[in-house]
């Protein structure tokens, strides 16, 4: 479960340096956390149930500590939110 969520919060960091880089706007941030969010859930799709309910709650966690700590920036805050935002998103398809 550990490696499971330090592969994604990699991702997760990546994708916030690159939006508080201004390398793409708040339109593409969102695709992204859709992108982030539908890669996390076939991943965990496979896990026992108690397994993905655990990994979901630490990669929450993570994102939302990340989003609310005193030294990150307003940029990064908007695009870690986003991507917590997607994970919790029930996709209408």
Do not use: C
Not at 23 to 52: H, N, V
């Amino acid at each position: 479960m550990n490696a499971f969520v330090e592969r994604y919060w990699a991702r997760a960091l990546k994708i916030t340096r690159q939006y508080e880089t201004g390398e793409f706007a708040f339109a593409d941030l969102t695709g992204m956390g859709e992108e982030f969010a539908a890669s996390f859930a076939e991943e965990i799709s496979e896990l026992p149930e108690p397994t993905r309910n655990a990994t979901t709650t630490a990669m929450e966690a993570k994102l939302h500590q990340a989003m609310t700590a005193s030294d990150t920036s307003e940029n990064a805050s908007q695009a870690l939110g986003e991507l917590l935002v997607s994970i919790n998103r029930t996709p209408i398809y």
